[in-house]
């Protein structure tokens, strides 16, 4: 099955930096990337999506890009502020009815 | 629009107790799925349901987990008897029916569950 790894496990950056989380597959049928904020004591939210026929997505502080060929999608996310600070889970799956299968998340931790 | 909604939040059990989760999906969501998710690791899934049909329940630990979703819209799922490994957080999330987002999967706030 699939196989999702994030890197780093913990990112601590200055507020108004940028923060960028990679995340790795291992299935090259895989076409359904999204990217979940799970704050403390709360289910995860999705943030953005991006499906494999488009290289590059981007909704105001937040994007992402996909690499098809290396197998990896990557989080930015410009002008951190202190909201910003929790867990985030890259997935992927192959769409329709497939599994969706979670990395083990990232702690952003965005200093004042 | 109303979110995924689950109760309990939290609950406390001794080990060998039985144990019960409810979920409402998001209105006209016709697909429900059902998370485990242990401390610093992403969900799991436990199973997924299209109407009130399991479709997907591989990775259902059969033998102490139970789940229904008898009308096709609440989700139930059960523990019984719950053991020191189940404590988790489980998650419910739906998906709506279109085919242009069916991919995208909504979560609720998940129950923390805790076995002494």
């Known amino acids: 099955g699939e196989n999702v790894e994030q890197h780093p496990s913990t990112l601590s950056v200055q507020e108004g930096d940028s923060a960028v989380i990679k995340c790795t597959y291992s299935d090259s049928a895989s076409n359904y990337f999204p990217w979940y904020k799970q704050e403390l004591g709360k289910g995860p939210q999705l943030i953005i999506d991006?499906?494999?026929?488009?290289g590059e997505k981007k909704d105001q502080r937040i994007a992402v890009t996909l690499n098809k060929t290396a197998k990896h999608f990557s989080l930015h996310i410009t002008e951190t502020q202190p909201e910003d600070s929790a867990v985030y889970f890259c997935?992927?799956?192959?769409?329709?009815?497939?599994?969706?299968?979670f990395g083990k998340g990232n702690q952003v931790v965005v200093i004042p | 629009e109303a979110g995924v909604v689950q109760s309990p939040r939290y609950k406390i059990i001794e080990k060998k107790q039985p144990v019960a989760f409810w979920c409402n999906p998001i209105?006209?969501?016709?697909?429900l799925y059902w998370y485990r998710q242990n401390l610093g690791q992403g969900p799991e899934l436990l199973i997924r349901?299209?109407?009130?049909?399991?479709?997907?329940d591989s990775q259902l630990p059969k033998d102490r987990f139970s789940a229904e979703r008898l009308k096709g819209v609440d989700s139930t799922l059960k523990i019984q008897p719950a053991e020191l490994g189940d404590s988790a957080v489980y998650l419910c999330?739906?998906?709506?029916?279109?085919?242009?987002?069916?991919?995208?999967?909504?979560f609720g706030p998940g129950t923390r569950l805790t076995v002494l």
């Open positions: 209105s006209g969501h016709n697909t």
């Open positions: 991006i499906r494999s026929n488009v």
């Open positions: 999330a739906s998906s709506p029916r279109d085919p242009v987002s069916t991919d995208t999967q909504y």
């Open positions: 997935a992927a799956s192959r769409g329709g009815n497939n599994r969706l299968a």
């Open positions: 349901y299209e109407n009130e049909e399991a479709v997907d």
